[in-house]
């Protein structure tokens, strides 16, 4: 069965403080893996999109890998604003224009 | 800026109301979903449509329907609000299944 898993369900780091989110998926032919965040109360906001393993992007101060089981999220020094769920889902090519969505890792980045 | 709309940001219903909720996207998209946000459970795939009078259902579609009589707006319909359709609901598009975008969300409230 496909299906995604994000690690952990929750994160607290101080200001400054480097860390990933990791999200593992078991899919079968991979097309895509998202990138979302989400603020409360607010719909899931774009951030990247990875296609094969190897790949890596970055924006700011989060970057993005692919592997062939799972993806990271690497926050470099972040701040208070950087605080919200991180989303992940999976696009294979057997499913019908439908993503696959992990559970999401809630950051909180204390000053 | 291109953008989904969705109508309302809260509503509070009565148990047996019909409910409808609207989407618009100003970006020519052919694809458009609705999904619920409930904490634990993560976004579920209520209905999705590929084409303007086309509707797929998706994960949990009981108690909805969908209606998309032109390409820029997708509603959802609950058809007799009842308590446990109480959550987030989220509107989407994409061009080509890649990299959603999404509606701010509408908070309903079923009492």
């Known amino acids: 069965e496909d299906q995604v898993t994000q690690s952990p369900e929750a994160l607290r780091l101080q200001e400054g403080e480097s860390s990933s989110l990791n999200c593992s998926y078991t899919?079968?032919?991979?097309?895509?893996l998202f990138w979302y965040r989400q603020d409360p109360g607010k719909g899931p906001e774009f951030l990247f999109t990875?296609?094969?393993?190897?790949e890596e992007k970055e924006k700011e101060r989060l970057k993005a890998t692919l592997t062939k089981k799972e993806s990271f999220l690497h926050i470099t020094a972040p701040k208070p604003e950087d605080s919200a769920t991180y989303l992940c889902a999976v696009y294979n090519a057997g499913n019908n224009r439908k993503l696959i969505w992990g559970l999401g890792t809630s950051l909180a980045v204390n000053p | 800026d291109v953008k989904v709309t969705q109508s309302s940001r809260y509503l509070v219903k009565r148990t047996g109301e019909k409910v409808f909720l609207e989407c618009v996207q100003d970006?020519?998209?052919?694809?458009m979903f609705w999904y619920r946000q409930d904490p634990g459970l993560g976004l579920r795939l209520i209905y999705f449509s590929y084409d303007v009078k086309m509707k797929e259902k998706g994960d949990i579609p009981e108690g909805y329907s969908v209606s998309r009589e032109k390409k820029e707006r997708f509603s959802l319909i609950l058809e007799s609000a009842s308590t446990n359709q109480t959550s987030m609901y989220l509107c989407?598009?994409?061009?080509?299944?890649?990299?959603?975008?999404f509606g701010s969300g509408t908070r309903l409230t079923v009492v």
């Open positions: 990875l296609y094969s393993a190897g």
């Open positions: 899919v079968s032919g991979l097309r895509g």
């Open positions: 989407a598009s994409t061009l080509d299944s890649y990299g959603y975008t």
């Open positions: 970006m020519d998209h052919e694809n």
